[in-house]
């Protein structure tokens, strides 16, 4: 069964910066996406950035571009969001989710890839808290 942890949140000063930690088990990892995904309290759930295991392209939401960087150690299973210049509007329930290559490459070809397709067909993590204080 595919599993995801998420680790590495907290509370930090706006400025601060995190590393969240997604460690995945029960597929193959190189077959796959992994996106991390953002729920603050009266907002809806947003995409913040994916990364394929398999070739490393990624991409980020626009505003996250430039202060968060993803990443993805094959070797450790596990994708990574280091997270710098953050702001109060950051804080959030911090979720990664996996979701086939094939998946993600039919809905590209299709112009469909958005939040449906990774909540229909993603396996998802228990989230991490992220808290950043003004």
């Known amino acids: 069964e595919v599993q995801l942890v998420e680790s590495g949140g907290g509370l930090v000063q706006a400025g601060g910066s995190l590393r969240l930690s997604c460690a995945a088990s029960?597929?193959?990892?190189?077959?796959?996406?992994i996106g991390w995904f953002r729920q603050a309290p009266g907002k809806k759930r947003e995409g913040v950035s994916c990364i394929s295991n398999r070739d490393g392209s990624s991409f980020y939401a626009d505003v996250v571009k430039g202060r968060f960087t993803i990443s993805s150690d094959n070797a450790k299973n596990t994708v990574y969001l280091q997270m710098n210049s953050l702001k109060p509007e950051d804080t959030a329930v911090y979720s990664c989710v996996a979701v086939p290559i094939a998946v993600v490459a039919t809905a590209k070809s299709k112009g469909t890839l958005g939040l449906r397709v990774w909540v229909d067909f993603g396996s998802w993590g228990q989230g991490t808290q992220v808290t950043v204080s003004s």
């Open positions: 029960g597929f193959t990892f190189d077959d796959y996406a």
